[in-house]
């Protein structure tokens, strides 16, 4: 008999590894993003789920199979296409290259030939044929995948939060691709933010909300009890009642009781002590203690040879004065605006900081200096040991905005200047800075490079309290730039060398 299930996903359960290291030591997890997800695809179907674009992206990851799980499986014999336009917005290859790699995965050598004449001959094809993908818009990268999907023979198609990039004139050119998938009986899995095409395209529904099946059955249905949900929601009128809201949901989820306890366990008479704890996280955690203490004696050492003078005399360090002429240090403008050297400064800039003192700081603007307040500054030296950690562990603490398109508006800095200020809408700008219409992202200029970008920050607190900071104004250091926080104005900074 001919199997007409294409994919089974059994319970997919998946958390993130914790930031702080004891936690990584004993191996608990930081949080759910999926729990006990379970669904499966038939052939022909097109099985729409509706959540948010974080746990699409993680539930995407984990049925293409580059993420494992920490439960459960998905069992599939069937060839896989996923395509998420946030997945190639920084794709340094031409369009030629790009559309040839992932033809090349499903066609043999001679369908390939076929298919890249055809879609040169298309208009969108053959006008950004020899362009980079980074330098084409969402919208065409959106485009450009559709028609891939229709020639790539993979039996699964996953189409991530494609309709977001696309305008009402594509609709009909989504509906047809989805429907020519149908037709050749593939399976379609549209994972969507929006219900819009979920409620045109699908002919199944899933709702994840908080990563949990919230609802699983008919889309009629379904569309009708999330429309109840949103109506309850759009009622809120306080932060008391929101975060009383699915109060349950959100402690399914979130409690690391219920997630240690929800999880399989190896029972004692079947591992060793050794076998309960990672063994490579044991050794980080050798290492990291031995570092400790070897620090602790160098220190203890200096001190006593440095603790020789007289009690009576004033102990003072000599820094050579070439030392101090090599040492770059730098200050954030807190500050709307700053005039230094006749030069105005806007908010978030970063000046050469010379020299500085419990009263302020020394800023220099080429031969001129300007003595400026402490709290009109955040000090910033690059070769400070700040705490390490990545983007993408700060990102639930940046505005949503960013935090959904970091990829897209990140790319633009160390580019020139004008990519921004001939490309985007802007609300205002000048040689230092542009600050984007109609959303909260500023871009920062140094001699017409687009060094850094600033925008808001939300939930402080949580952020504290995650990391284990203590004081308001944060630098943290990433594997490739730095994330500064002004805490009082609520605003991030976020440098990439």
């Not at 989504?174 to 969507?192: D, M, P, S, W, Y």
Request: with cysteine.
């Amino acid at each position: 008999m001919q199997n007409i299930i294409l994919l089974r996903a059994l319970n997919l359960t998946y958390a993130k590894e914790p930031k702080k290291l004891g936690d990584r030591i004993l191996g608990r997890e930081e949080g759910l993003l999926l729990k006990d997800v379970s669904f499966h695809l038939y052939k022909g179907e097109v099985l729409g789920i509706l959540s948010d674009y974080k746990t699409l992206h993680y539930l995407k990851e984990v049925v293409n199979g580059s993420l494992d799980t920490k439960k459960g499986k998905v069992k599939t014999e069937s060839s896989v296409l996923s395509l998420d336009v946030l997945d190639h917005v920084n794709h340094p290859h031409a369009l030629s290259m790009f559309a040839t790699e992932i033809l090349d995965e499903y066609l043999k050598t001679e369908e390939v030939e076929k298919a890249v004449e055809e879609l040169q001959a298309q208009a969108l094809f053959s006008r950004h044929w020899k362009t980079p993908v980074r330098d084409l818009s969402r919208r065409d990268v959106a485009l450009v995948l559709l028609e891939l999907s229709k020639f790539a023979d993979a039996e699964i198609i996953i189409y991530c939060n494609m309709y977001r990039h696309l305008t009402k004139d594509d609709a009909a050119a989504f509906k047809a691709t989805i429907n020519e998938q149908e037709k050749r009986e593939h399976g379609v899995l549209l994972l969507e933010s929006n219900i819009e095409p979920i409620e045109i395209l699908a002919n199944y529904f899933l709702w994840l909300s908080y990563g949990q099946i919230r609802y699983d059955g008919n889309v009629k249905q379904g569309i009708a009890e999330y429309a109840a949900y949103m109506k309850n929601k759009s009622q809120i009128k306080n932060v008391d009642e929101e975060a009383l809201f699915d109060l349950e949901w959100k402690r399914n989820v979130s409690e690391y009781g219920r997630y240690a306890h929800g999880l399989k366990r190896l029972s004692r008479n079947q591992a060793s002590p050794i076998d309960r704890f990672n063994i490579r996280k044991i050794i980080i955690s050798l290492v990291v203690l031995f570092t400790m203490l070897m620090a602790s004696i160098v220190i203890f050492m200096d001190i006593s040879f440095t603790g020789a003078a007289s009690a009576g005399q004033e102990q003072t360090v000599v820094i050579p004065e070439e030392e101090t002429d090599d040492r770059i240090a730098y200050g954030i403008s807190t500050e709307g605006s700053m005039e230094v050297g006749g030069d105005t400064y806007p908010y978030m800039s970063m000046l050469r900081v010379s020299d500085r003192s419990d009263a302020g700081y020394t800023v220099v603007n080429g031969e001129a200096t300007e003595e400026v307040d402490s709290g009109s500054l955040i000090y910033f030296n690059p070769a400070s040991l700040y705490p390490e950690t990545t983007l993408e562990d700060l990102l639930p603490y940046t505005d949503e905005v960013f935090e959904n398109n970091y990829l897209y508006y990140s790319r633009f800095i160390n580019r020139d200047s004008s990519t921004v200020m001939d490309t985007m809408s802007l609300s205002a700008s000048s040689d230092m800075h542009a600050e984007l219409s109609g959303i909260p992202i500023t871009y920062h200029f140094r001699e017409g490079i687009i060094f850094s970008m600033s925008f808001p920050a939300r939930n402080l607190e949580g952020m504290y309290e995650a990391f284990g900071v203590s004081t308001e104004n944060v630098i943290f250091r990433l594997p490739s730039g730095y994330m500064i926080l002004d805490a009082s104005n609520e605003t991030w900074l976020y440098i990439n060398r």
